[in-house]
């Protein structure tokens, strides 16, 4: 492990049992320990290069004090420019920042255009309330305008800082007013988040030394059989997985640790976003509690859901629930590919400026038309059996089109990336432009089909108005 893993894991390990502490404090204590915790963290690992976070936070400010109305896309111009300042701060004669800083301002962006929207909704149901004399419906909004404090002490909550899940600011509130921190659960579900890290931990160790990522870029590499190069990406991605379940995994204990995400199960949590319906729970039974509004990666089914679209959903949860809701509906397409396309653009730029996130990101919606083709195509013909035997393709190509993409995630630079691609024929860019192209031809059949029948109609009306007329000249 290098040394800046060897940082994160150590401040992941200590964020565990700090977490527990935190259960005995009152709101106001538990919201400034938290910012000292976490600003201590930031100045750290960061030293000058935490100026670039506060200014974003500064900026946000502002711009929701400007104009709240406007503050959902401001935010996101401002925090996503400010990201591309970030990234080329040497152009400008500036030192460049730590991976901890970077790590630090990928979630302080999502925070900051996830508040703005909160404020925005606050507002929006305050007049609206005024107006119909009602109390707003809306699940999960703001009771009051954060200050700049309460923003600072969000941005730098130490929950989370570096390594997520992202949360928006009314988790954070909640946590903050938790009435009853002790009495809810948390060294159960703990131990339960934390039971396979051991595992994930010993088999990114074990892959990693055997298949280290450099050999790819080897002329020794090129000289193996074709299906031995295919199979490395396998290892590849399998090595990628386990580094960041185990990451995310040890993630979320901290967060239960503390109780921040902890919702009745009644409440119908989503990962990033938190309950989804008002929720009262019955006096008279007990409440049964989940931590969903920080669950940030799902194993089982990221390894074993069969369609490239669902397997996004449970890698990264909380980060897409984000682009879900703030990316995806503001996309400037109607189509359903080229909104995927749209959203899966702006999560490379989030990631970064390398070549390698947009030649893998920008290969989702190419796989998602590929198997919604042959879902229409193939598999809605097919009976029972077959749609089985059809899903388990499915999944067996979903999992080499990830293998397929991760070389590009990490390899990053593009000459890399199409050299390995390259190396394996571009394969699974060919399976999934003849997927697209059979899936047409099979449509298209379908419709030629569909025209004969109606010329053979039309054709036989005409027939049977001639046999009339010819009945009447007769008559």
């Known amino acids: 492990m290098s040394p800046d893993e060897l940082v994160y894991l150590g401040i992941l390990a200590a964020s565990i049992p700090i977490g527990f502490l935190f259960r005995y404090l009152s709101p106001p204590v538990k919201q400034g320990v938290a910012l000292l915790l976490g600003l201590s963290i930031t100045i750290a690992t960061c030293q000058v290069h935490a100026l670039h976070s ?46 901890f800083a970077n790590a630090i301002q990928l979630l302080l962006t999502l925070k900051m255009v996830s508040l703005a929207n909160e404020v925005q909704s606050f507002h929006l149901e305050k007049k609206q309330e005024v107006s119909s004399f009602s109390k707003s419906p809306v699940v999960g909004g703001l009771s009051q305008e954060p200050s700049l404090y309460d923003m600072i002490a969000y941005s730098y909550c ?16 909640d946590w903050l007013r938790q009435p009853s921190s002790l009495d809810l659960p948390g060294r159960v579900p703990c131990m339960l988040r934390l039971r396979l890290v051991p595992v994930y931990g010993a088999l990114f160790l074990t892959a990693n030394a055997y298949f ?48 921040l995400g902890c919702y009745p199960e009644g409440a119908l949590s989503k990962p990033g976003g938190g309950p989804t319906v008002n929720y009262s729970p019955d006096p008279d ?38 682009l879900h809701h703030y990316i995806y509906p503001n996309s400037p397409f109607k189509a359903y590919a080229l909104k995927a396309g749209w959203t899966m653009f702006i999560s490379a730029y989030w990631h970064g400026l390398h070549a390698g996130y947009y030649l893998s990101f920008l290969t989702i919606p190419l796989c998602i038309a590929a198997e919604s083709a042959m879902e229409s195509s193939v598999r809605a013909k097919l009976g029972p059996r077959g749609q089985s035997a059809f899903d388990w393709v499915h999944w067996f190509l979903k999992m080499r089109a990830y293998d397929y993409m991760c070389m590009g995630f990490v390899l990053l630079k593009a000459s890399d990336t199409v050299h390995y691609w390259t190396s394996i024929y571009f394969i699974i860019h060919i399976i999934a432009l003849a997927c697209i192209l059979f899936g047409r031809l099979m449509k298209g059949g379908k419709r030629e089909g569909k025209k004969s029948e109606k010329e053979e109609k039309i054709e036989g009306g005409k027939k049977e108005v001639k046999q009339e007329d010819v009945r009447e000249k007769t008559e």
Request: proline share 6%.
């Open 54 to 99: 506060l200014v974003t936070v500064l900026g946000t400010w502002i711009i929701i004090k400007s104009s709240w109305r406007s503050a959902p896309a401001l935010s996101l111009a401002w925090t996503f420019l400010y990201l591309l300042f970030f990234r080329l701060v040497t152009w400008f004669g500036l030192p460049p920042p730590t991976p």
């Open 285 to 322: 039974s007990p409440v049964l509690y989940d931590f969903k509004a920080i669950q940030n990666i799902d194993p089982y089914n990221t390894d074993f859901c069969v369609k490239v679209r669902h397997g996004m959903r449970y890698w990264n949860m909380t980060v897409q629930w984000w």
């Open 212 to 259: 280290p990522l450099a050999y790819v870029l080897t002329e020794e590499f090129l000289e193996h059989h074709f299906f031995f190069r295919l199979f490395y990406m396998t290892v590849v991605f399998f090595v990628f997985r386990m580094r960041f379940y185990a990451a995310w995994c040890g993630a979320e204990a901290g967060c239960i640790s503390a109780g």
């Open 158 to 173: 130490y929950v989370g800082i570096m390594t997520g899940p992202f949360f928006r600011f009314q988790t954070y509130v």
